[in-house]
Every structure is written in structure tokens, then in C-alpha cells.
């Protein structure tokens, strides 16, 4: 069975998300959010609890974890979640879970992830061809077509780190994942996960620039991270913009969300560890943190 005192491969959080859509046909759905370079799915789970007014659209909340994929902790953390909105006894996560119209994602860089897990541990990147080169993958958070490569990324397809792509979008895990996020109608909130700089992050990632309701993003955002403190007392950095607390970079799901959706709520929570590692018996530590980060945020 599946447990959050271990680590799992892709195919294992796929089941699970299976599994969870079998137990709960009512409140939850298989979503398909894109597919990658060697032909897996980007599999999520949407969680939409039956209003008594079906006519009603809740506002739409997605949650991006694994876009980098050593960063295991995220999709850990994110399946935690998923169990504590659908089992949990406490009213104000049952109230979180039924308010918004849920779209999950774990994984959405299955094949980097399925990579680290199996033969490279810190890999971060997808696993696609370079074209013109012998190298292999590009970074799946520069690959965004907003100021594509501007900042913090780069050309190079052998760059273990940030190379941005071939061109904005160049990997299929972005360009269907962008797809499928700019088809949903009602889109309120985009939270993207990452680790382990202990940080909360608001748009721009790119340059100075500050969105029109900085001010509200930082106040809520700080409310989070008071939320998260109290389960553990883990301090976390910001929220503040990248450029503040981190270093620019351009092609981030996060600003093309932004700026090209103009989706009002978007938060880049990066998480715990050392050098990506955090020990699997501790998992539930941060996925009970995360979860009072998002009763803190909404
Ligand atoms: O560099 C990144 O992509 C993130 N840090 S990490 O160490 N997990 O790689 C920060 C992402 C900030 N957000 C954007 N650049 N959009
Ligand atoms: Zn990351």
C-alpha cells in the first residue's frame, strides 16, 4: 500500500491517484494535464466536492509539484495533501477541500522524476533529446514562454541545471501542462512547489517588478507561513519576489501564469531539505506543514 514514510516512483503515485479516484467517485476525478517526452501522462487528480447549486463554478485552485525532479519532497508532500483533504476529520480542511474546484499534479516532470529516482539523484531536468546535441533534457521551470531565458537561465542543452529549452515551450511537459492550465475557466490561485531553500515566493521571478497586488500576496502569504510555523516552527523566508530573496529567473511556470493568464493568486513555496534530501520517516512533518499553509493561504 501506499504510505508518506517513503518515497514512490512515478507508477506507484499513479496508482495511488487511481486508487483515490476509485474510493471517491463523488468528490474526485483522473485529470490529465499534459503528457511527457517519453510518452508518460501527466496524471492529477481534481477534487470538486457536488455543491447543492451545480450551477455554481468554484474557483479553480491548481497545485504544480515535481516540475524539478530531485525535489522529491513535493510530490510527497502533495500526496500527503491530497489524503488530508479527502480523509481528514478537522472542519476547516473539510471546508478547504469543498470551497474550490482542486486540480493536483505530483509529478508534472514524470520522466525527470522516474530519472532521479532510478539511476541519477539529482537530476533535475526532463529527459528530452537536445536537439544539435548528445545531451539530454532541459529545465522545465525556464522553458515558460514569459522573457524566455532573460534571466538565471541558460543556451547550453549540457548545462546540468537551467538550460532553458530550444525555444519557449520546447518540452511537451510545459507546453501541454500550460495548455491544459489556460483552459481552466475560473482559475483563482496557482501554487507551484519546489525545494529546498525554505522560501515563499511571489511573482515576478523574472525581474523587479512587482504585480499589481503585491501588497495582498504578501499579507496572505504571510498569514501561510504563521500557519505553517505553527506546526512545527519552521521559519521560512519572505514571501518576497525572487529577485529579493533568491535570484532572477526567466521561463518559470509561476510568471507566465501571471502575466499571460493573469491569474490573481500564484505563490511559489519552496520547501525543506538539505541538498534535496529529507529523510522519508519525516514526510509527514512538512505534508502537515503544507497543509496549514494552504488553510493559512485560502
Ligand atoms: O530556480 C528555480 O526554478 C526555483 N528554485 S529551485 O532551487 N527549486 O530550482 C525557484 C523558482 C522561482 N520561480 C520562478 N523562477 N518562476
Ligand atoms: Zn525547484
Redesign the pocket.
Known sequence: GFSWTAYYDVDDIYRYLRNVSDWWPDLTELVVGGKSYEGRQILGLRINTPSQNKSDNKPVVFIESG??AR?WITPATTTYFINQLLTSDNPNIRSLRDQFDWHIFPTVNPDGYHYSMTWDRMW?KTRSKSPGSLCFGA?P??N?DYNWLQH?ATSDPCNY??YGGSKPFSEVETKTLSEYVASLENLLAYV?F????QIL?V????SEEHTDNYDDLIKIGKTSLEYGKKVNGEEYGGPAT?AEI???????????VRAKLGTPIVY?Y?LRGTYFHWPEHRIPEQGDEVTQMMLGLF
Open positions: 516540475i524539478h525535489e533535475r529545465d521551470n525556464r515558460w538565471g541545471q537551467t507551484a519546489h525545494s529546498d531553500a515566493l511573482p515576478y521571478s523574472d525572487a533568491l535570484y532572477k529567473a526567466s521561463g518559470g511556470s509561476m510568471d507566465w511559489t519552496e
